[in-house]
């Protein structure tokens, strides 16, 4: 039977447990969650509680957005440009438009912030010297504790290749003294010359940074960009696929429907309308998914993929790989499902009419096994799996906080984004 995610109660006390410093790859694995409802955080390695403190969230009209984050930006000291250039001690930045971490004087046991977490002196610079850029903080209503999570879905790294055995090499004789005054002895050696070189002793590639991947439902952007490529190669020209409606791919698009004799309605880009393009072209059903993979803050790659029930929403949940063996092909997995709150008008843009299994105890079980993506992208992202990568399912996608020098920012609930202090 899999693990389920547990609303879990923690270990979340007033003040900071003591542990020693992390370096930059060890601090990869940390993960940092807080809870508005306890006022609290509490920073986890894996499934172990490393450092707590209390906290104040955003106050009323200034709430503190709920979501998973990263930390992108670290200062000493910042001052607010938002609220009469606050001090802002020992600031990590968790969104450009404003949202933070940071010491402050006034750290009560309610909200009291512009949206901020404020967090006591000693402890906010105790959490300065432990994290680095790229840290995940996840904000929650509840208190949640990550769990350890297996699932075929999740990605794996590929298994690092065995030494060379060097049995049917031939060997040629040589003469060696092992001592001084010894007489000259035949050894057998091998002419090193003519050997290529053992994949597992070449020199090792240099490290790598953690991947983020987000998991989610297809919107108009990727599918105006696929139907861009797709009519380019069946002779109605778009331009260069690139996701928007331009002058060139609506002409396209009607030259497409006459030729075709489609009368697609619901929209330009309609489901009516994917559907006709992909069958024409023999590509069969058009993906209603799609996999975003980014790393060191930029965009990587990304690919379609299938969400089987997609009436049925998948929730949010948040994957984060802790360790990595590469010797036994082997991710240790750690996970966290939080509530989310979609609104009406994006059940209406997917077509979701059931929360149900995503209320579920199994819901990321369920998520997961909805899933399907190529086996071409699932070797991709094995073979530049690090400790640290994480993993984000969410039915509302790449949000507007996403964008140049982040990783995946995934907004459940809005609170008072653009705001700080």
Same mark, same amino acid.
């Given at each position: 039977? %899999?693990?389920?995610?547990?609303?879990?109660?923690?270990?979340?006390?007033?003040?900071?447990?003591?542990?020693?410093?992390?370096? /930059?790859?060890?601090?990869?694995?940390?993960?940092?969650?807080?809870?508005?409802?306890?006022?609290?955080?509490?920073?986890?390695?894996?499934?172990?509680?490393?450092?707590?403190?209390?906290?104040?969230?955003? =106050?009323?009209?200034?709430?503190?957005?709920?979501?998973?984050?990263?930390?992108?930006?670290?200062?000493?000291? *910042?001052?607010?440009?938002?609220?009469? /250039?606050?001090? !802002?001690?020992? !600031?990590? &930045?968790?969104?450009?438009?404003?949202?933070?971490?940071?010491?402050?004087?006034?750290?009560?046991?309610?909200?009291?912030? *512009?949206?901020?977490?404020? !967090?006591?002196?000693?402890?906010?610079?105790?959490?300065?010297?432990?994290?680095?850029?790229?840290? *995940?903080?996840?904000?929650?209503?509840?208190?949640?504790?990550?769990?350890?999570?297996?699932?075929?879905?999740?990605?794996?790294?590929?298994?690092?290749?065995? $030494?060379?055995?060097?049995?049917?090499?031939?060997?040629?004789?040589?003469? /060696?003294?092992?001592?001084?005054?010894?007489?000259?002895?035949?050894?057998?050696?091998?002419?090193? $010359?003519?050997?290529?070189?053992?994949?597992?002793?070449?020199?090792?590639?240099?490290?790598?940074?953690?991947?983020?991947?987000?998991?989610?439902?297809?919107?108009?952007?990727?599918?105006?960009?696929?139907?861009?490529? +797709?009519?380019?190669?069946?002779?109605?020209?778009?331009?260069?696929?690139?996701? !928007?409606?331009?002058?060139?791919?609506?002409?396209?698009?009607?030259?497409?429907?006459?030729? *075709?004799? +489609?009368?697609?309605?619901?929209?330009?880009?309609?489901?009516?309308?994917?559907?006709?393009?992909?069958?024409?072209?023999?590509?069969?059903?058009?993906?209603?998914?799609?996999?975003?993979?980014?790393?060191?803050? =930029?965009?990587?790659?990304?690919?379609?993929? +299938?969400?089987?029930?997609?009436?049925?929403?998948?929730?949010?949940?948040?994957?984060? $790989?802790?360790?990595?063996?590469?010797?036994?092909? %082997?991710?240790?997995?750690?996970?966290?499902?939080?509530?989310?709150?979609?609104?009406?008008?994006?059940?209406? &843009?997917?077509?979701?009419?059931?929360?149900?299994?995503?209320?579920?105890?199994?819901?990321?079980?369920?998520?997961?096994? &909805?899933?399907?993506?190529?086996?071409?992208?699932? &070797?991709?992202?094995?073979?530049?799996?690090?400790?640290?990568?994480?993993?984000?399912?969410?039915?509302?996608?790449?949000?507007?906080?996403?964008?140049?020098?982040?990783?995946?920012?995934? +907004?459940?609930?809005?609170?008072?984004?653009?705001?700080?202090?």
């Amino acid at each position: 039977m %899999k693990p389920r995610f547990l609303f879990g109660l923690g270990l979340l006390s007033a003040t900071a447990l003591v542990h020693p410093a992390y370096g /930059a790859e060890d601090a990869r694995t940390l993960q940092i969650v807080v809870s508005k409802d306890r006022q609290s955080l509490a920073v986890y390695d894996g499934d172990k509680v490393v450092a707590t403190s209390k906290v104040s969230t955003g =106050k009323r009209g200034h709430t503190t957005p709920s979501g998973i984050f990263s930390i992108l930006e670290k200062e000493i000291y *910042h001052e607010s440009n938002l609220y009469s /250039a606050s001090p !802002m001690p020992f !600031m990590q &930045r968790l969104t450009w438009s404003g949202i933070a971490l940071h010491e402050s004087n006034s750290v009560p046991n309610y909200p009291a912030s *512009h949206g901020c977490v404020r !967090m006591p002196k000693a402890f906010a610079k105790m959490l300065y010297q432990m994290t680095e850029r790229g840290v *995940h903080v996840v904000i929650a209503d509840q208190p949640l504790v990550p769990q350890p999570f297996e699932h075929a879905m999740l990605f794996q790294p590929e298994v690092a290749p065995a $030494a060379a055995l060097f049995s049917d090499i031939e060997l040629r004789p040589s003469t /060696a003294a092992f001592l001084p005054q010894a007489q000259p002895v035949q050894v057998a050696t091998n002419d090193v $010359a003519s050997l290529p070189m053992p994949q597992a002793i070449q020199a090792p590639s240099v490290d790598q940074a953690p991947l983020g991947i987000l998991i989610t439902r297809r919107g108009l952007r990727e599918n105006v960009r696929d139907l861009q490529g +797709i009519l380019n190669d069946m002779g109605f020209a778009t331009g260069t696929p690139d996701g !928007m409606l331009g002058p060139a791919t609506v002409q396209a698009i009607e030259d497409f429907k006459k030729a *075709h004799n +489609i009368t697609a309605s619901g929209g330009l880009v309609s489901p009516a309308l994917m559907k006709a393009v992909y069958a024409l072209a023999g590509k069969g059903e058009p993906p209603n998914g799609e996999i975003m993979v980014r790393q060191n803050f =930029k965009p990587l790659f990304e690919a379609p993929a +299938i969400i089987a029930e997609p009436q049925e929403a998948l929730g949010t949940h948040f994957f984060t $790989a802790h360790t990595i063996d590469k010797v036994n092909g %082997k991710a240790d997995w750690f996970g966290v499902t939080l509530e989310d709150d979609l609104s009406r008008d994006a059940k209406k &843009r997917f077509g979701i009419t059931s929360e149900e299994q995503a209320e579920s105890l199994d819901a990321a079980d369920r998520a997961l096994d &909805r899933i399907t993506i190529p086996d071409d992208v699932r &070797r991709k992202i094995r073979d530049l799996l690090t400790a640290g990568s994480s993993l984000t399912i969410s039915d509302t996608g790449i949000g507007p906080e996403t964008g140049n020098g982040t990783d995946f920012i995934t +907004i459940t609930n809005r609170g008072a984004l653009g705001k700080s202090g």
